[in-house]
């Protein structure tokens, strides 16, 4: 039975790698629960500024800029591949491996806040490209929101804890529909604003938001559980020898490899062997002891070798890139992620398409639930492949991921074939595949921090560029089916379909790997 109070005190902790046991989201005060609050918040904002543009882009913005369609679809693609898969997020990877989460993510937020606070500054179709290309940076923030949570939540949470701070993200792409009609109404209503300026000055307060956030993740959350980034082999050394565990457990930092080192045999206290630069003699007992997970020795010596995020070199790197598991967790996400950022982009236009009553505020209300979905059905994703791992395994992660992708397809399909004049009929059909395909992002997720863990970052980073590159194929198809949105719909159901069957048959996890399990 779930106990509520693990919402707000202080997490069991696993005694190598400090990661928490629970997730303290409602206690800001702890370590664990400030960086789970900065993780989605940071992502949530991140995704409001690139997505700001939808929800006045049909109408106003194309009023005022004299946009045809196809600079609209244009523009939409070009917001998707600033963050694509040879863009900012496969860069995102690495860079968390190398210079840590925390600082990535700031990165990624302070880059995209300058491109948005300039939008007041376009006045065409070119301008409005290459203005959203930049703003797209903000996109690349999904990486070390996932990195990060990766490292302070142990697996045991870990699907979970992405799948909340990646889902109350996401629903920044609905609080998008709701915020920027409304700030832009506001200005024109209250303060008197021409609906030439309103909308430039609207870009303002997802600015002031995002260099805020980041700066108070810099100035307030660590890099890790167990400090600075660059030390956070030693800690992990450290922490076994406070066990009184010894022997050389993780690599020097710039190497990794999938194989356990035969030659380093678990002792205990009075070895005399090579320690990397540690002597377990007279351990200190760290703080939080009491707070402590009871693993076995053999656990603990796993966890180090293992799950340790290390600098990967460029053939280490390729060979994470490129190995079936990884192109697995990629493929899943191209399907689901990318599905989302491309009806998100459209998903307003269709509905003043097929009910023209709504118009730009009442479309872009009703758009709005799709990405605000996200704050309940990508957690449940995790949370689901969360439960299944005790019974089921890594296997039924895998399975699970797959199911709620081929169901995803088939809610697609009927979205397309139906092509609904109905708002019930719509609406329900539209809420049905965002249950499946959102739940579909969190249990992708679920299952990234079991794939090569000692190289977390680089994983997360393919799956989430994956995610990208398949908004951006899928947005070009609507592009190229102007309005005709029904049928791309079920376009994409199809791929998606085929895409989870072909790739149901590979292994979660490498075999033999250690760590991860």
Same mark, same amino acid.
């Given at each position: 039975?779930?106990?509520?109070?693990?919402?707000?005190?202080?997490?069991?902790?696993?005694?190598?790698?400090?990661?928490?046991?629970?997730?303290?989201?409602?206690?800001?005060?702890?370590?664990?629960?400030?960086?789970?609050?900065?993780?989605?918040?940071?992502?949530?904002?991140?995704?409001?500024? @690139?997505?700001?543009?939808?929800?006045?882009?049909?109408?106003?913005?194309?009023?005022?800029?004299?946009?045809?369609?196809?600079?609209?679809?244009?523009?939409?693609?070009?917001?998707? /591949? *600033?963050? +694509?898969?040879?863009?900012?997020?496969?860069?995102?990877?690495?860079?968390?491996?190398?210079?840590?989460?925390?600082?990535?993510?700031?990165?990624?937020?302070? *880059?995209?806040?300058?491109?948005?606070?300039?939008?007041?500054?376009?006045?065409?179709?070119?301008?409005?490209? *290459?203005?959203?290309?930049?703003?797209?940076?903000?996109?690349? +923030?999904?990486?070390?929101?996932?990195? @990060?949570?990766?490292?302070?939540? &142990?697996?045991?949470?870990?699907?979970?804890?992405?799948?909340?701070?990646?889902?109350?993200?996401?629903?920044?792409?609905?609080? /998008?529909?709701?915020?920027?009609?409304?700030?832009?109404? +506001?200005?024109?209503?209250?303060?008197?604003?021409?609906?030439?300026?309103? =909308?430039?000055?609207?870009?303002?307060?997802?600015?002031?938001?995002?260099?805020?956030?980041?700066?108070? #993740?810099?100035?307030?959350?660590?890099? /890790?559980?167990?400090?600075? @980034?660059?030390?956070?082999?030693?800690?992990?050394?450290?922490?076994? *020898?406070?066990?009184?565990?010894?022997?050389?457990?993780?690599?020097?930092?710039?190497?990794?490899?999938?194989?356990?080192?035969?030659?380093?045999?678990?002792?205990?206290?009075?070895?005399?062997?090579?320690?990397?630069?540690?002597?377990?003699?007279?351990?200190?007992?760290?703080?939080?002891?009491?707070?402590?997970?009871?693993?076995?020795?053999?656990? #603990?010596?796993? /966890?180090?070798?293992?799950?340790?995020?290390?600098?990967?070199?460029?053939?280490?790197?390729?060979?994470?890139?490129?190995?079936?598991?990884?192109?697995?967790?990629?493929?899943?996400?191209?399907?689901?992620?990318?599905?989302?950022?491309?009806?998100?982009?459209?998903?307003?236009?269709?509905?003043?398409?097929?009910?023209?009553?709504?118009?730009?505020?009442?479309?872009?209300? @009703?758009?709005? #639930?799709?990405?605000?979905?996200?704050?309940?059905?990508?957690?449940?994703?995790?949370?689901?492949?969360?439960?299944?791992?005790?019974?089921?395994?890594? =296997?039924?992660?895998?399975?699970?991921?797959?199911?709620?992708?081929?169901?995803?397809?088939?809610?697609?399909?009927?979205?397309?074939?139906?092509?609904?004049?109905?708002?019930?009929?719509?609406?329900?059909?539209?809420?049905?595949?965002?249950?499946?395909?959102?739940?579909?992002?969190?249990?992708?997720?679920?299952?990234?921090?079991?794939?090569?863990?000692?190289?977390?970052?680089?994983? +997360?980073?393919?799956?989430?560029?994956?995610?990208?590159?398949?908004?951006?194929?899928?947005?070009?198809?609507?592009?190229?089916?102007?309005? &005709?949105?029904?049928?791309?719909? =079920?376009?994409?159901?199809?791929?998606?379909?085929?895409?989870?069957?072909?790739?149901?048959?590979?292994?979660?996890?490498?075999?033999?790997?250690?760590?991860?399990?």
């Amino acid at each position: 039975m779930f106990d509520i109070t693990l919402l707000w005190k202080a997490p069991e902790i696993n005694p190598v790698n400090r990661k928490a046991r629970s997730i303290p989201g409602l206690n800001p005060i702890n370590t664990y629960g400030r960086v789970f609050f900065f993780s989605w918040f940071g992502f949530m904002i991140a995704f409001w500024s @690139w997505y700001a543009f939808p929800p006045l882009l049909s109408i106003t913005i194309a009023k005022d800029l004299k946009l045809k369609q196809t600079d609209i679809a244009n523009s939409n693609i070009i917001a998707l /591949t *600033a963050t +694509s898969s040879l863009l900012v997020r496969l860069f995102a990877g690495p860079s968390c491996d190398r210079f840590g989460p925390r600082k990535t993510f700031a990165g990624c937020l302070l *880059a995209g806040a300058v491109p948005t606070a300039l939008a007041g500054g376009v006045t065409n179709a070119s301008g409005l490209m *290459a203005l959203r290309f930049f703003v797209g940076i903000l996109g690349g +923030s999904f990486v070390p929101c996932q990195v @990060w949570s990766t490292g302070f939540f &142990d697996k045991n949470v870990v699907g979970t804890a992405n799948a909340l701070t990646g889902g109350f993200g996401n629903a920044g792409g609905g609080i /998008t529909y709701f915020l920027m009609p409304a700030i832009f109404d +506001s200005l024109v209503q209250d303060r008197g604003l021409t609906p030439h300026a309103a =909308w430039r000055v609207a870009f303002i307060v997802p600015f002031i938001c995002i260099t805020a956030t980041a700066i108070g #993740m810099l100035l307030l959350c660590p890099d /890790t559980p167990t400090g600075k @980034w660059s030390e956070r082999h030693l800690a992990v050394q450290h922490n076994l *020898a406070s066990h009184g565990i010894t022997g050389a457990v993780v690599d020097v930092p710039g190497e990794f490899t999938d194989k356990q080192n035969t030659s380093s045999t678990p002792s205990r206290h009075g070895s005399t062997e090579e320690k990397l630069g540690f002597e377990a003699s007279a351990p200190k007992r760290p703080a939080g002891f009491d707070h402590e997970a009871q693993l076995g020795e053999q656990q #603990m010596l796993d /966890t180090a070798r293992g799950e340790v995020v290390v600098k990967p070199t460029l053939k280490e790197a390729s060979n994470v890139i490129f190995s079936l598991q990884t192109l697995n967790q990629a493929g899943c996400y191209f399907c689901s992620f990318g599905a989302e950022l491309a009806i998100n982009s459209i998903l307003g236009a269709y509905y003043v398409k097929n009910f023209p009553a709504l118009k730009q505020t009442g479309s872009g209300n @009703w758009a709005a #639930m799709f990405g605000l979905l996200n704050v309940v059905f990508r957690p449940l994703g995790g949370v689901i492949s969360d439960l299944i791992y005790p019974r089921a395994g890594l =296997w039924g992660k895998k399975a699970w991921i797959h199911f709620v992708g081929i169901v995803t397809g088939a809610f697609l399909i009927a979205i397309g074939l139906t092509d609904a004049h109905n708002k019930s009929t719509m609406f329900g059909l539209v809420a049905g595949m965002a249950f499946f395909l959102e739940a579909g992002n969190g249990a992708n997720f679920g299952l990234v921090p079991h794939v090569h863990p000692f190289a977390n970052g680089i994983v +997360s980073g393919v799956t989430g560029a994956s995610g990208n590159f398949g908004g951006i194929i899928f947005a070009i198809i609507f592009r190229y089916h102007g309005k &005709d949105y029904g049928k791309v719909f =079920w376009i994409i159901g199809i791929m998606t379909i085929a895409i989870n069957l072909s790739l149901s048959w590979i292994r979660p996890i490498p075999r033999g790997q250690i760590g991860g399990h």
